[in-house]
């Protein structure tokens, strides 16, 4: 029998593919685990430029045509540009994301059960290994899932952004439920609400 605090090992591994998380109905769930802390710091800082690409891109596109069509010595400037406005993309990445209760609560360990179309369910286990109490998030707060590296991240459209990061190694268990008309993970129940 598993105990709290045993780690994962790989023959307990099940994969998931982008699917298992889009059919309804269909449950992921993890062992307990703890994401590192490097993941997520790459997620925010990755999200802060690809929502700000443009601080960058068209300045440097600007100084660049201006380098090619007057003097070469314009580059030393793009390079002076990029080295100042790298460091506010870090900073605003780390004040508007990584200083968050969201962030801290992204890299404790927890367990997490997945219902695909309905909700996702986080136990955070607290230091002493007592269980706090368990988050409910409906699954229209949910904007993208998708793979990340050696794991999957499922990004949520909280304020301020939050995300969580499932390595694959937690994932222990996924099933789909059985189709009946009772049940709310029927794909009748869904058609009800199909567009």
């Keep these: 029998m598993k105990t ?27 062992d307990i685990f703890k994401s590192s802390a490097s993941d997520y710091i790459g997620w ?4 802060v430029i690809r929502r700000r690409w443009w601080v960058i891109i068209i300045p440097l596109i600007i100084i660049s045509a201006s380098a090619l ?14 080295f100042l406005i790298a460091p506010f993309l870090i900073a605003n990445a780390y004040f508007s994301r990584l200083l968050t209760p969201n962030a801290r609560l992204a ?35 949910v904007k993208q899932v998708k793979q990340h590296g050696r ?4 990004e949520l459209d909280d304020s301020p952004p939050g995300g969580i990061i499932i390595p694959n190694a937690a994932i222990v268990d996924k099933y789909r439920q059985q189709n009946n ?14 567009l």
């Design 44 to 47: 925010a800082i990755t999200g």
């Design 107 to 141: 890299i404790s360990e927890k367990r997490i059960k997945i219902i695909s179309g309905i909700s996702i369910e986080i136990t955070y286990i607290g230091s002493e290994g007592e269980i706090q109490p368990t988050r409910t998030i409906q699954w229209s707060h």
């Design 4 to 30: 709290e605090t045993e780690h994962i090992t790989a023959s307990s591994v099940c994969v998931c593919t982008t699917e298992d998380f889009v059919i309804p109905g269909t449950v992921i769930q993890t």
């Design 69 to 82: 069509i007057f003097d070469t010595r314009w580059l030393f400037v793009d390079l002076i540009f990029l």
């Design 151 to 154: 794991g999957w991240m499922i």
């Design 181 to 194: 008309d009772n049940s709310p993970h029927s794909s009748d129940f869904f058609d009800k609400f199909a």
